[in-house]
């Protein structure tokens, strides 16, 4: 069975960078879809970016263009998800996200989310 | 981008009761790359249908997905107490998007 463990909660100011990481035990990142979905206080999901580590190139949403990046590290089995530019509409918890099946985006695998808290 | 609308907002049902819930698309979902899920308050979302109508492992066969083009539905065939929750249809297609939600309670 497919684990990911993710990094603690953050507090960050406004304008500053966060960087969440999404450990795999259980089950390889590599061949697999990873994605990160985010959630804000009360609201619904809202999907972010993907990558298939093996394939390398991520897909970012239109809304986090220049300022997400998603990347992989295979030999560590962790996914990250870097977004910069923070302000307050970015207090969330932050998902990752790991397909089941090789060549597919569905969402089988969760972590259990980091909440990142901007504030000044 | 396609943008997915659910219906409807609340879902009020007796126990036993069937609750169907609507996903509507923007544009047509390419493969029936559609997935539902299940959130409870406080955890992380619960995938239980992919590719429109494929229960995921573990799934209780009272939920079912059908659908295609733009038009999805979840259906739950006899509502349980522990089926109070939050669901989310999503396209994972060319990119990925969620609907709003349709949250369903039990009476």
């Known amino acids: 069975q497919v684990h990911l463990e993710q990094s603690g909660a953050e507090v960050k100011r406004p304008g500053s960078s966060v960087k969440v990481s999404c450990k795999a035990s259980?089950?390889?990142?590599?061949?697999?879809?990873v994605a990160w979905v985010r959630q804000a206080p009360g609201q619904g999901l809202e999907a972010m970016g993907r990558?298939?580590?093996?394939?390398?190139?991520?897909n970012y949403a239109q809304k986090f263009q220049g300022r997400l990046t998603i990347t992989v590290d295979k030999s560590a089995n962790t996914a990250f998800m870097d977004l910069s530019s923070l302000t307050f509409e970015d207090t969330a918890v932050y998902y990752c996200v790991r397909s089941r099946f090789v060549g597919s985006h569905e969402g089988t695998y969760w972590g259990p989310g980091t909440l990142v808290t901007v504030s000044s | 981008e396609i943008v997915l609308t659910q219906s409807p907002g609340t879902l009020s049902l007796s126990p036993g009761a069937r609750a169907t819930l609507s996903c509507r698309a923007s544009q047509t979902v390419g493969g029936n790359y559609l997935a539902w899920y299940q959130q409870k308050p406080g955890q992380a979302p619960r995938l239980l249908i992919y590719?429109?109508?494929s229960r995921a492992t573990g799934v209780p066969d009272r939920f079912s997905g059908s659908g295609s083009g733009t038009v999805f539905t979840l259906t739950i065939s006899r509502l349980e107490p522990e089926d109070c929750a939050v669901y989310y249809c999503q396209q994972y297609g060319s990119s990925s998007a969620f609907g709003g939600g349709t949250k369903v309670e039990i009476k």
């Open positions: 259980g089950g390889t990142l590599s061949s697999y879809s």
């Open positions: 590719a429109a109508s």
């Open positions: 990558i298939i580590p093996i394939l390398g190139t991520p």
